[in-house]
């Protein structure tokens, strides 16, 4: 993280970003989810998604922006995803707390972001994920919180350099890609990008269609890892 907001990140020798990591403040004021009233929509969405809110709370740091700062009002009453890395609060997104036709209402954005957000400079929860003996990636924060603390999202469909090399830090561990049928295009370059950095071990599941890890519950995402991974013949104590 570039703590004094000023120096460029170095991608590659002799290639630079302007972009950089660094502490920026949430978009207002958040209330965690078990303090908010059960009627408010951010808290019912999740739980009709059948999401813990504890542990979503606990895990992930996932709350309710209760009043947005006069910058972001579009973040008010969306549900909060903090980004960190190295423990610091680096960007953030907020879901809108329902489902649209979103195509029919381009005025309601389904995810709304900090302003000019390096996403590709980010691998969200890796701070959690490079202690576990594989890492899950996947393209969206809902998606992983429902796979668990291995898992990491790209926030997209493609995989950054820089992205990239923080994943060096597990070579040598199966990592497992989880997105959609749909997008299995980009997945396959997501698949040949780690190989080329050395990653050996890597088990790509697509859910059918549209569906991602999301979708499903916790459980069933957790053995059709496990499944997968027998099917590897990988020997992992796929259980948390």
Known sequence: ?????????????????????????????????????????????????????????????????????????????RVYIPIRMDGELVGWQCRYPGELEWRAHPQIPKYYNLRDMPKKLMLAYWDMAKFWPFVALCEGAISAWRVGPCCVPLLGKTISIPQRQL???????????????????????VEALLRQDGHRTI??????????????????????????????????????
């Open 203 to 240: 088990v790509s599941i697509m859910f059918p269609g549209k569906n991602d890890p999301a979708n499903y519950l916790h459980d069933a995402v957790v053995n059709i890892m496990r499944n997968a991974a027998a099917q590897k013949h990988l020997d992992l104590k796929i259980t948390w």
């Open 167 to 189: 994943l060096n830090g597990a070579l040598g561990k199966p990592i497992f890609l989880l997105a959609e049928e749909d997008s299995k295009v980009y997945w396959d370059e």
């Open 1 to 77: 993280v570039n703590k004094n907001n000023r120096d460029p990140v170095v991608i590659l020798a002799g290639e630079e970003s302007t972009e950089f990591l660094a502490k920026v403040p949430a978009p207002g004021l958040i209330a965690p989810l078990t303090k908010v009233s059960p009627r408010n929509a951010a808290r019912k969405y999740l739980i009709d998604r059948n999401f813990d809110i504890e542990y979503l709370e606990q895990h992930f740091e996932v709350g309710v922006v209760l009043e947005a700062d006069v910058l972001y009002r579009k973040a008010e009453n």
